[in-house]
C-alpha cells in the first residue's frame, strides 16, 4: 500500500449545485473556503437541497473574483449574483436548516426569480455574510465557538478512493448491478484521499493534510442524494441498498467522515496524508 495522498478537493458554491474541483483550496475554520456559503430556501424559510429538488444537480454557481457567483443551468440564461449587500438596519432572513435557525442575507429578486423558474417552485437564494458567528457546530461533537458553513452539518467531508472501489465491488454483487460503478461525485466530498485500505478513515481520530490538521469527529450518514445521478438529476437504489446491508454505524449508512480543522492553511492534490492518531 503506497502513502496516502491527497487524489481531489472539491468544494460547491451553492449548496446542493455543483461543485468545482480547483488543484488547492484554502481552507478556513468553518471549511473550504467559497464551500457552501450560498443556500437555497422555500419562501417559509425551510432549506432546499437535491433531497426535495434533484434538479439542483445540473445547476452551478461558478466562482466570480468579486466574491459573487455565475449561476447556469440547463434551459436558463446565466445570472451574475453580487455578494449581498444590505442596507444599514435591514434585517436578516432565518432558515432552518435541519436544528439550526440561520441569520442570513438574501440574494436579491433577480436571483430568487431565477431560481423559481428554474425549479418550478418559489425559491430564494441566501448568503452567510459571517460564517465566524452565524452557525455554532452542534456542541456534542466541536469545542466552543467552532462554526461552519451552510454544509449539512460539519467544515470537511473525506471520502477514499479504496473505500469507493469496495462499495462498488458490493454493489455489483447486489440486487442492481447495473447502477455501478458509482463515481465519487454521488458523495459530493471535500477532500479525496487515495492509498488507503477500504474503510480505514472509520477509525481515524486526527489527521494532517499537507499543512493543516484537522480532528476526525463524525462518520457521514448517508441520504437520498447519493442516489442521485449528478450528469442526469434521476434517482435509483444505490448506494442507499448496500450501505444498509454491509456499512452501518450505529443506525446511520456511512461514507465519508466528517472533519473539523484545527487551524488554517491551503490543502493541495498531491499533499501527503498522515494518519496522527
Not at 457552501?36 to 454557481?61: E, H, K, V
Not at 454491509?246 to 443506525?251: E, F, L, Q
Request: hydrophobic share 40%; charged share 25%; proline share 10%.
Amino acid at each position: 500500500m503506497s502513502n496516502p495522498v491527497l487524489n481531489a478537493v472539491h468544494f460547491y458554491p451553492v449548496k446542493s449545485m455543483a461543485g468545482c474541483a480547483p488543484g488547492e483550496a484554502a481552507v478556513e475554520p468553518w471549511g473550504l473556503a467559497g464551500d457552501r456559503r450560498w443556500m437555497l430556501a422555500a419562501p417559509d424559510g425551510r432549506f432546499i437541497t437535491q433531497r426535495q429538488q434533484p434538479t439542483l444537480a445540473l445547476a452551478s454557481a461558478e466562482p466570480l473574483p468579486d466574491g459573487g457567483i455565475r449561476l447556469t443551468a440547463p434551459g436558463v440564461a446565466p445570472l451574475d449574483v453580487a455578494v449581498p449587500a444590505p442596507a444599514a438596519g435591514e434585517p436578516t432572513t432565518t432558515v432552518e436548516l435541519f436544528h439550526d435557525k440561520v441569520e442570513t442575507i438574501r440574494a436579491g429578486a433577480a436571483a430568487d426569480a431565477w431560481l423559481s423558474a428554474y425549479l418550478g417552485t418559489e425559491a430564494q437564494l441566501l448568503y452567510m455574510d459571517d460564517p465566524a458567528r452565524r452557525r455554532p457546530i452542534d456542541p456534542d461533537y466541536a469545542d466552543p465557538g467552532e462554526t461552519v458553513s451552510f454544509a449539512d452539518g460539519f467544515p470537511l467531508l473525506l471520502t477514499t478512493t479504496a473505500s469507493l472501489r469496495a462499495l462498488n465491488s458490493l454493489i455489483a454483487e447486489g440486487d442492481h448491478p447495473g447502477e455501478g460503478p458509482l463515481p465519487m461525485d454521488r458523495f459530493r466530498p471535500n477532500v479525496v484521499v487515495d492509498g488507503t485500505e477500504p474503510w480505514a478513515e472509520d477509525h481515524w481520530r486526527r489527521v494532517r493534510i499537507g499543512e493543516v490538521t484537522f480532528r476526525v469527529v463524525k462518520p457521514c450518514g448517508r441520504c437520498v442524494i447519493t442516489t442521485t445521478d449528478q450528469h442526469t438529476a434521476e434517482r435509483g437504489k444505490e448506494p442507499l441498498r448496500t450501505l444498509a446491508r454491509h456499512h452501518r454505524i450505529g443506525k446511520s449508512l456511512v461514507f465519508g467522515q466528517n472533519l473539523i480543522p484545527e487551524h488554517t492553511g491551503v490543502v493541495r492534490v498531491g499533499d501527503p496524508v498522515e494518519i496522527l492518531d
